[in-house]
């Protein structure tokens, strides 16, 4: 993970952007908040390896 995104340099608020648009995308196809939750630990679980630089 930590490899195939290092280039990108994502940013702390690009992360948020992503998060925001994932939780509309969840919401918009009914995903019940138990199942978000969970999919919100998974995907916050990777951040370290993605968000790589400080703003």
Do not use: R
Not at 12 to 32: G, H, I, R, Y
Request: hydrophobic share 40%.
């Amino acid at each position: 993970m930590k490899d195939s995104h290092a280039h990108l340099n994502i940013t702390e608020s690009e992360w948020q952007a992503m998060a925001a648009d994932f939780k509309k995308t969840l919401d918009k196809f009914e995903v019940p908040e138990k199942e978000q939750s969970e999919l919100f630990v998974i995907v916050e679980s990777t951040k370290p390896d993605i968000v790589i630089s400080k703003e």
